[in-house]
Nanobody, 124 residues
Framework: QVRLVESGGGLVQAGDSLRLSCTANGRTFITNVMAWFRQAPGKEREFVAALQSTGSNTHYADSVKARFTIGRDNAKNTVYLQMNDLKFEDTAVYYC?????????????????WGQGTQVTVSP
């Protein structure tokens, strides 16, 4: 099993930055794709960003491209999401996810492992 634990959420103002972290515990060697999703109240869970274990292949949602950066420290089994120039519409619960399929997907059902989520609130 793999357990994912997120941290770093909080309340910020529009234009501020936040860095989310997700640490994986357990059989981490089987997770070769790490991703971030988010879910705002009353909305579907949506893809934010993902990367493969080598860190060389990344993918971003259009809404966050050029503002968010996903990175990974394999030695620490941790994936990061640096969020800059935050907007009110970025407000959501952010979830870390992982799969062992070796392929980046934007679909939540393709990810087997999930964290508990961390709240990000951006005031206008």
């Amino acid at each position: 099993q793999v357990r994912l634990v997120e941290s770093g959420g909080g309340l910020v103002q529009a234009g501020d930055s936040l860095r989310l972290s997700c640490t994986a515990n357990g059989r981490t060697f089987i997770t070769n794709v790490m991703a971030w999703f988010r879910q705002a109240p009353g909305k579907e869970r949506e893809f934010v960003a993902a990367l493969q274990s080598t860190g060389s292949n990344t993918h971003y949602a259009d809404s966050v491209k050029a503002r968010f950066t996903i990175g990974r420290d394999n030695a620490k089994n941790t994936v990061y999401l640096q969020m800059n120039d935050l907007k009110f519409e970025d407000t959501a619960v952010y979830y870390c996810a992982a799969n062992s399929l070796g392929v980046i997907s934007t679909q939540p059902e393709r990810y087997r492992y999930w964290g508990q989520g961390t709240q990000v609130t951006v005031s206008p």
